[in-house]
């Protein structure tokens, strides 16, 4: 065993990704697609409390590659029953709470199972409402599994009594409780993967939840739900409530039962969220404790010295993968003088044989954005950014039904300039000449966000500086700045990319639970 492997973690791996050049792979996933298309248009009711409920307020759930196939019906909750969902997580607590750690670690890990038995499916959902491509897919429901089955080991640490240093006299010992009700609130970007590591982690550790997820990917939320009652979760221990994250996302975080919040999304939301969970409503008895991953516009430095064909091909699938709408997507390269045209006239071929398009067919590379208002978004920084530097490539919207744009670089951009600020959340690179590393290195922490950054160089010194300087949550050297894994990459940032909160690492599973302290006198 390695010094650095954790016993509880022996036997875990990474799940490895279904290659879909392989006749056999390509057929399963045909084979899901026409599936998921034969069960489209089902309508999904809130379930609060393990019971069904029905509002007669609905919206429908629709494909972005094809904005008029519906893939799912959804009832709106009102924030009466967003507040009935909570009432109802807080009665099943004490119960959950002291199910053994045994139990539920059991439902955790057959929630794993049952997500690899059925991968196919979820991957066709994921194309089809989320609008990623095959591969794209595949590695989130890949994330998935991995989250499920690494929290169901994690847990085993976490449970029973650790030793603390003993007075003479004494018998001393800390235990881990879990906090409460939990409020999960997953993003439309990654609607399996982050839905189901923020959710099997809060039940995991014992506490209950009501999920309310985005309302571009409900789909695939309510799917999970029905993953975890078939895992053993008790059906009262989650509650799924759909609707408008402004009408019932407030009453959700504000209600006084509500213990803690969960939450993965855009800065201005996770802000709000802060704002409102810090406020002490009558009655409450605790210091309610948020749990943010928030935004990034994250940066590739690219040094005089490095592998530049490296570079190039790892800032373009960085800025490009599932069209920049990751939160660790590249937005900025920044690029060392010396090698900057260089790097240009790479990179303008590289991008420019990304193929755009519906998603079902699985040599686009590039699918759609999520949705008409983000396409607009993205359009209007497109715009701005071709007035404060150099359009290299793409720049347009593709013309048909879905929300398609193409992978767009804009080059000589200045550190000050709103594309190499905002965050876009689209495909849209920003490129900027820097003087020198330091220079770069400057750059690269000009921003107010700080989630995972890359540096491509062969320098030792600037390489170790990085390690040092380059103040984000997620640095990676040589490789691209995407593509965490559970286990190996605990993922979260710092500053406006929220509380750092490491998911898929050991220090996680302790945001949702408390420690007690236990001395006795012998």
């Not at 007669?56 to 959804?74: D, K, M, Q, W």
Request: net charge negative; hydrophobic share 45%.
């Amino acid at each position: 065993m390695a010094d650095n492997q954790q016993p509880h973690l022996i036997g875990f791996r990474n799940e490895a990704y279904a290659d879909f050049t392989l006749p056999e792979n390509r057929a399963a996933m045909e084979e899901a697609l026409a599936l998921v298309r034969s069960k489209m248009g089902r309508e999904w009711k809130l379930v609060i409390g393990g019971k069904c409920v029905e509002t007669g307020s609905t919206f429908a759930s629709t494909n972005p590659a094809r904005t008029e196939e519906v893939l799912g019906i959804h009832h709106k909750a009102t924030p009466l029953l967003a507040a009935r969902a909570v009432d109802a997580a807080y009665e099943a607590f004490p119960k959950w709470r002291r199910t053994p750690a045994i139990v539920r670690i059991a439902a955790a890990a057959r929630a794993a199972e049952i997500l690899r038995a059925r991968r196919m499916e979820f991957n066709a959902w994921l194309v089809f409402e989320a609008g990623k491509s095959w591969a794209e897919a595949e590695a989130e429901s890949g994330e998935a599994i991995d989250f499920c089955d690494y929290y169901a080991r994690d847990m085993a640490r976490l449970d029973g009594a650790h030793a603390v240093l003993q007075l003479p006299g004494e018998h001393g010992e800390l235990r881990y409780q879990a906090l409460g009700v939990g409020v999960i609130i997953p993003p439309w970007n990654f609607p399996l993967a982050i839905l189901a590591g923020m959710t099997v982690a809060a039940l995991v550790t014992g506490n209950t939840v009501v999920v309310k997820p985005s309302s571009e990917t409900p789909t695939v939320a309510a799917l999970f739900m029905e993953v975890l009652l078939e895992a053993g979760f008790p059906a009262e221990t989650f509650s799924f409530v759909t609707g408008s994250g402004g009408l019932i996302g407030d009453a959700l975080v504000g209600h006084p039962k509500t213990r803690f919040v969960s939450f993965t999304g855009s800065r201005d939301v996770g802000l709000h969220i802060n704002e409102l969970a810090a406020k002490t409503q009558p009655d409450q008895i605790w210091i309610k404790r948020v749990v943010a991953e928030m935004g990034g516009k994250d940066a590739i430095i690219v040094d005089s010295d490095c592998d530049l064909d490296a570079a190039v091909e790892g800032v373009a699938l960085s800025a490009f993968g599932y069209s920049g709408q990751k939160c660790s997507a590249c937005s900025r390269a920044i690029v060392h003088a010396d090698v900057y045209d260089a790097f240009l006239e790479k990179l303008q071929p590289r991008v420019e044989r990304m193929t755009v398009g519906d998603p079902a067919d699985v040599k686009r590379y590039m699918g759609p954005v999520i949705s008409a208002a983000a396409k607009q978004t993205i359009l209007g920084y497109i715009e701005t950014g071709k007035q404060e530097g150099r359009l290299l490539t793409g720049g347009e919207a593709i013309a048909g039904d879905g929300h398609f744009i193409q992978p767009t670089v804009i080059a000589d951009i200045e550190a000050k300039d709103r594309i190499f600020q905002e965050e876009i959340f689209g495909p849209v690179l920003a490129v900027a000449r820097a003087r020198d590393f330091e220079h770069a290195l400057e750059m690269a922490n000009d921003t107010q966000y700080g989630l995972t950054g890359a540096i491509y160089s062969k320098d030792p010194e600037h390489v170790a500086r990085a390690r040092e300087e380059f103040f984000v949550g997620n640095m990676y050297i040589n490789r691209k700045c995407t593509g965490a894994m559970v286990g190996c990459h605990p993922f979260g940032g710092f500053n406006m990319s929220g509380t750092d909160s490491k998911a898929g690492g050991p220090d996680y599973l302790m945001l949702f639970l408390q420690a007690k302290s236990i001395a006795e006198r012998v």
